[in-house]
């Protein structure tokens, strides 16, 4: 079996962070984000194979993962000569290969479980098979419908309060059959939401659903980002890759130095060799990455703080994302919805949010 993340996509929901720094790789954690739908693929035995289908700075993912996996052999990076839809790079990143694919959208933070996913797919000889979760507000989604047996019957793009029949949407999670791969045409844009499942139902194949009601998140948007650190480090969303501190107290990494004066809430995050100042109070989903400096009398509240920031004194950073080597000088203040860029330097008492 293989397994493709489909990594090519542009991320422009989360600009300016991802000018730098592709979607796939951006941190959780001070951890790649894909490296966690690495680890639960490989909850799979079967799966002999992960392929990364890339298009946008492919160099820049590939390094980074490198560097953070790697003890982790099989994984292949595949390049799309040009952006294909969600389709047409499933098809490329698969070649000629004739076995079954676990097929994963690139910005989805899933706690799904593949096995009885696959077992599914498996038992009922399915020639694709999709996850779907319910969601409280699906008309932010396209919904999918299925019948008693499981089969899916029908998707709704866009729907309206009259079209909700079902709170269902695709999860983007997909174990598919290579054999039907030749309805998608080589090197060429195609959507598999759009073209390859109506495809499936109008030819009445075994197309069946995955109902999963676990943990699942799209971190496409800087509102959803943050949320997913505040899962994570309030135990919602769980991982092999998140050595979390659920008895109480902060997650404080290795190297990390943190002033005794310093008012550390109970679910905050200092990453390794980040430095925390005198008097400084790092509130509840305060991030501090890698290699922060936090200078003294300063508060991060609701925020994450890419590796390598330099925070002045007396400032005050609440519901922000900053990204790489930001320099924030004394007494700024940063509020709710403010986007940093990397590389960005702020002078002293400005004030800045999205609100």
């Not at 498996?122 to 999918?144: C, H, M, Q, S």
């Amino acid at each position: 079996m293989k397994a493709i993340l489909l990594a090519g996509g542009f991320g422009t929901r989360l600009r300016p962070l991802t000018l730098n720094t592709p979607k796939p790789i951006v941190p959780l954690l001070d951890q790649p984000f894909i490296q966690h739908q690495i680890d639960l693929i490989r909850t799979i035995p079967d799966i002999d194979e992960i392929i990364l289908s890339l298009n946008y700075q492919p160099n820049v993912i590939e390094e980074v993962l490198r560097t953070a996996c790697p003890s982790k052999p099989n994984i292949r990076y595949v390049c799309e000569p040009e952006p294909l839809g969600t389709g047409g790079a499933i098809r490329y990143a698969a070649g000629d290969t004739t076995s079954t694919i676990v097929a994963f959208n690139g910005d989805v933070l899933s706690e799904i479980n593949l096995e009885k996913m696959l077992a599914l797919h498996k038992t009922r000889n399915a020639r694709a098979t999709i996850a779907l979760t319910p969601v409280e507000n699906p008309l932010a989604y396209g919904l999918v419908e299925s019948e008693t047996n499981g089969n899916i019957s029908r998707f709704i793009e866009k729907p309206d309060p009259f079209d909700i029949t079902t709170k269902n949407i695709n999860a983007g999670v997909y174990i598919l059959e290579a054999s039907t791969f030749d309805r998608i045409p080589l090197e060429t844009k195609y959507s598999i939401e759009r073209s390859y499942f109506p495809s499936l139902i109008e030819r009445n194949e075994t197309f069946l659903a995955y109902i999963d009601t676990g943990y699942w998140l799209d971190i496409g948007t800087p509102d959803k980002y943050l949320q997913a650190h505040r899962d994570i480090l309030d135990g919602r969303c769980t991982s092999s890759l998140y050595e979390i501190q659920k008895a109480g107290g902060p997650t404080i990494q290795d190297g990390a130095q943190v002033h005794p004066s310093a008012r550390l809430e109970r679910n905050c995050y200092v990453g390794h060799n980040a430095t925390v100042g005198r008097n400084v109070h790092l509130g509840e989903h305060a991030v501090v990455g890698r290699g922060v400096t936090v200078g003294p009398e300063s508060s991060i509240y609701r925020s994450v703080l890419w590796p390598e920031s330099s925070i002045g004194a007396g400032v005050c950073i609440d519901g922000t994302i900053l990204g790489h080597r930001c320099n924030i000088g004394d007494y700024c203040q940063l509020g709710p919805g403010a986007v940093i860029g990397d590389d960005s330097s702020i002078s002293p008492y400005t004030k800045a949010s999205d609100t």
